[in-house]
Protein backbone atom coordinates (compact mmCIF):
# COMPACT_ATOMS: atom_id res chain seq x y z
CA UNK A 1 0.00 0.00 0.00
CA UNK A 2 5.64 7.48 -1.54
CA UNK A 3 7.48 4.08 0.55
CA UNK A 4 4.86 1.19 1.72
CA UNK A 5 7.22 0.93 4.91
CA UNK A 6 7.06 4.40 6.10
CA UNK A 7 10.11 5.24 8.36
CA UNK A 8 9.25 5.51 12.05
CA UNK A 9 12.33 8.47 11.95
CA UNK A 10 9.50 10.23 9.99
CA UNK A 11 6.50 9.85 12.23
CA UNK A 12 5.60 12.25 14.79
CA UNK A 13 7.50 12.10 18.60
CA UNK A 14 10.74 11.83 19.97
CA UNK A 15 13.56 11.89 17.41
CA UNK A 16 14.99 8.56 17.36
CA UNK A 17 18.56 8.35 18.02
CA UNK A 18 21.37 8.26 15.17
CA UNK A 19 21.50 4.38 15.76
CA UNK A 20 17.72 3.44 15.58
CA UNK A 21 17.98 5.95 12.67
CA UNK A 22 20.73 3.21 10.70
CA UNK A 23 18.85 0.27 11.34
CA UNK A 24 16.00 1.87 9.87
CA UNK A 25 18.24 2.77 6.86
CA UNK A 26 19.86 -0.54 6.81
CA UNK A 27 16.42 -2.73 6.59
CA UNK A 28 14.57 -0.17 3.88
CA UNK A 29 18.24 -0.39 1.65
CA UNK A 30 18.26 -4.12 2.36
CA UNK A 31 13.89 -4.26 1.38
CA UNK A 32 15.44 -1.61 -1.84
CA UNK A 33 17.75 -4.28 -3.37
CA UNK A 34 15.80 -7.08 -2.68
CA UNK A 35 12.92 -5.77 -5.02
CA UNK A 36 14.84 -4.24 -7.66
CA UNK A 37 16.24 -7.65 -7.88
CA UNK A 38 13.31 -9.31 -7.79
CA UNK A 39 11.43 -7.39 -10.16
CA UNK A 40 14.66 -7.77 -12.56
CA UNK A 41 15.07 -11.77 -12.35
CA UNK A 42 12.36 -13.55 -10.12
CA UNK A 43 11.70 -14.06 -6.15
CA UNK A 44 13.12 -18.13 -6.20
CA UNK A 45 16.10 -17.06 -8.43
CA UNK A 46 17.72 -14.74 -5.95
CA UNK A 47 19.79 -15.60 -3.38
CA UNK A 48 20.05 -13.52 -0.41
CA UNK A 49 23.94 -12.98 -0.53
CA UNK A 50 23.24 -11.31 -4.00
CA UNK A 51 20.62 -8.90 -1.76
CA UNK A 52 23.35 -8.38 0.24
CA UNK A 53 25.60 -7.39 -2.50
CA UNK A 54 23.20 -5.06 -3.81
CA UNK A 55 22.18 -3.34 -0.27
CA UNK A 56 25.68 -3.41 0.34
CA UNK A 57 25.82 -5.41 3.73
CA UNK A 58 26.87 -8.76 4.84
CA UNK A 59 24.13 -11.78 4.22
CA UNK A 60 24.69 -11.96 8.29
CA UNK A 61 23.56 -8.46 8.28
CA UNK A 62 20.43 -9.06 6.17
CA UNK A 63 19.53 -12.20 8.23
CA UNK A 64 20.11 -10.19 11.41
CA UNK A 65 17.03 -7.67 10.31
CA UNK A 66 15.27 -10.44 7.86
CA UNK A 67 15.54 -14.21 9.14
CA UNK A 68 14.77 -15.58 5.84
CA UNK A 69 14.39 -13.99 2.65
CA UNK A 70 10.62 -14.64 2.98
CA UNK A 71 10.54 -11.88 5.97
CA UNK A 72 12.07 -9.44 3.62
CA UNK A 73 9.11 -9.11 1.64
CA UNK A 74 5.99 -9.95 4.31
CA UNK A 75 7.87 -8.05 7.17
CA UNK A 76 6.08 -4.05 7.82
CA UNK A 77 5.27 -1.74 10.32
CA UNK A 78 1.62 -2.11 9.75
CA UNK A 79 0.69 -3.33 12.61
CA UNK A 80 1.92 -0.77 15.49
CA UNK A 81 0.53 1.68 13.17
CA UNK A 82 -3.13 0.42 12.74
CA UNK A 83 -3.30 -0.48 16.56
CA UNK A 84 -2.03 3.30 17.76
CA UNK A 85 -4.73 4.96 14.81
CA UNK A 86 -7.90 2.42 16.51
CA UNK A 87 -6.81 3.02 19.52
CA UNK A 88 -7.40 7.15 18.68
CA UNK A 89 -10.51 6.48 17.21
CA UNK A 90 -14.00 7.76 19.29
CA UNK A 91 -15.26 5.38 21.54
CA UNK A 92 -18.43 5.38 20.12
CA UNK A 93 -17.90 4.10 16.57
CA UNK A 94 -18.51 1.22 15.66
CA UNK A 95 -15.81 -1.22 14.97
CA UNK A 96 -16.10 -1.69 11.53
CA UNK A 97 -16.32 1.93 10.74
CA UNK A 98 -13.38 2.57 13.02
CA UNK A 99 -11.69 0.18 11.14
CA UNK A 100 -12.54 1.44 7.65
CA UNK A 101 -11.60 5.10 8.96
CA UNK A 102 -8.39 3.91 10.15
CA UNK A 103 -7.53 2.02 6.92
CA UNK A 104 -8.92 4.44 4.14
CA UNK A 105 -8.20 7.52 5.98
CA UNK A 106 -5.25 7.54 8.34
CA UNK A 107 -3.07 4.63 6.26
CA UNK A 108 -3.51 6.38 3.09
CA UNK A 109 -1.60 9.35 3.99
CA UNK A 110 1.30 7.31 5.19
CA UNK A 111 1.38 4.58 2.80
CA UNK A 112 0.00 5.75 -0.36
CA UNK A 113 -2.07 4.19 -2.33
CA UNK A 114 1.02 4.14 -5.82
CA UNK A 115 3.54 2.56 -4.22
CA UNK A 116 6.21 1.14 -6.29
CA UNK A 117 7.64 -1.03 -3.37
CA UNK A 118 3.56 -2.02 -2.51
CA UNK A 119 2.82 -3.11 -5.94
CA UNK A 120 6.00 -5.07 -5.75
CA UNK A 121 4.88 -6.75 -2.86
CA UNK A 122 1.54 -7.49 -3.70
CA UNK A 123 2.56 -9.52 -7.06
CA UNK A 124 4.97 -10.88 -5.00
CA UNK A 125 2.52 -12.81 -2.34
CA UNK A 126 0.23 -13.44 -5.30
CA UNK A 127 3.31 -15.02 -7.37
CA UNK A 128 4.82 -16.97 -5.00
CA UNK A 129 3.07 -19.83 -3.24
CA UNK A 130 5.97 -20.28 -0.17
CA UNK A 131 4.95 -15.89 0.24
CA UNK A 132 0.88 -16.82 -0.47
CA UNK A 133 1.31 -19.45 2.81
CA UNK A 134 3.50 -17.17 5.56
CA UNK A 135 1.24 -14.17 4.57
CA UNK A 136 -1.71 -16.06 5.42
CA UNK A 137 0.05 -17.06 8.50
CA UNK A 138 1.46 -13.48 9.37
CA UNK A 139 -2.49 -12.59 9.55
CA UNK A 140 -2.34 -14.13 13.12
CA UNK A 141 -0.55 -10.90 14.60
CA UNK A 142 -2.97 -8.50 13.13
CA UNK A 143 -6.26 -11.07 14.05
CA UNK A 144 -5.04 -10.29 17.44
CA UNK A 145 -4.35 -6.94 17.81
CA UNK A 146 -7.96 -6.66 16.58
CA UNK A 147 -9.42 -9.12 18.61
CA UNK A 148 -7.75 -7.11 21.76
CA UNK A 149 -8.90 -3.45 20.82
CA UNK A 150 -12.30 -4.46 19.17
CA UNK A 151 -12.85 -6.37 22.74
CA UNK A 152 -11.65 -3.06 24.24
CA UNK A 153 -14.24 -1.01 22.44
CA UNK A 154 -17.07 -3.29 22.65
CA UNK A 155 -16.72 -4.93 26.59
CA UNK A 156 -16.39 -8.22 24.99
CA UNK A 157 -13.76 -10.75 25.51
CA UNK A 158 -11.13 -10.97 22.80
CA UNK A 159 -11.97 -14.87 22.57
CA UNK A 160 -15.30 -13.88 21.63
CA UNK A 161 -16.84 -15.71 18.49
CA UNK A 162 -18.40 -12.58 17.33
CA UNK A 163 -15.24 -10.63 17.91
CA UNK A 164 -12.81 -13.46 15.80
CA UNK A 165 -15.86 -13.73 12.97
CA UNK A 166 -15.79 -9.92 12.75
CA UNK A 167 -11.50 -9.60 12.88
CA UNK A 168 -11.59 -12.30 10.34
CA UNK A 169 -14.15 -11.47 7.85
CA UNK A 170 -11.95 -7.58 7.58
CA UNK A 171 -8.87 -8.86 7.75
CA UNK A 172 -9.87 -11.49 4.95
CA UNK A 173 -11.99 -8.80 2.65
CA UNK A 174 -8.91 -6.77 2.69
CA UNK A 175 -6.65 -9.64 1.33
CA UNK A 176 -8.68 -10.52 -1.05
CA UNK A 177 -9.50 -6.96 -2.47
CA UNK A 178 -5.73 -6.51 -2.65
CA UNK A 179 -5.44 -9.48 -4.51
CA UNK A 180 -8.11 -8.66 -6.86
CA UNK A 181 -5.94 -5.88 -7.57
CA UNK A 182 -3.33 -7.33 -8.49
CA UNK A 183 -5.28 -10.06 -10.77
CA UNK A 184 -6.20 -6.37 -12.29
CA UNK A 185 -2.85 -5.98 -13.26
CA UNK A 186 -2.65 -3.36 -10.50
CA UNK A 187 -4.69 -0.57 -12.66
CA UNK A 188 -7.21 0.11 -9.61
CA UNK A 189 -6.87 2.22 -6.79
CA UNK A 190 -6.59 -0.51 -3.92
CA UNK A 191 -8.16 1.14 -1.44
CA UNK A 192 -11.34 1.80 -3.22
CA UNK A 193 -10.78 -2.14 -3.34
CA UNK A 194 -10.60 -2.19 0.03
CA UNK A 195 -13.48 -0.38 0.77
CA UNK A 196 -16.03 -2.10 -2.06
CA UNK A 197 -15.15 -5.45 0.43
CA UNK A 198 -15.57 -3.23 3.39
CA UNK A 199 -18.70 -2.39 2.07
CA UNK A 200 -20.32 -5.79 1.08
CA UNK A 201 -19.29 -6.81 4.60
CA UNK A 202 -21.52 -3.79 6.22
CA UNK A 203 -24.59 -4.76 3.98
CA UNK A 204 -23.86 -8.17 5.43
CA UNK A 205 -22.15 -10.06 2.19
CA UNK A 206 -25.80 -8.83 0.45
CA UNK A 207 -24.89 -8.82 -2.86
Not at 45 to 51: F, G
Not at 105 to 125: A, K, T, Y
Not at 173 to 193: I, K, N, S
Amino acid sequence: MASAHPSPAAQPGPRLGLRERKKIQTRQAIRDAAYRLFERQGYDATPVDQIAEAADVSPSTVFRYFPTKEDIVLTDEYDPLMEAMLRDRPAGEPPLTAIRNVVLGGLEQMIGSNSPEMRVRMRLIREVPALRARAGEGMGESSRILCEIIAERTGRGADDLQVRVLVAAVLNAMQEALMVWVDRGQTDDPLALIGQALDLLERGLTL
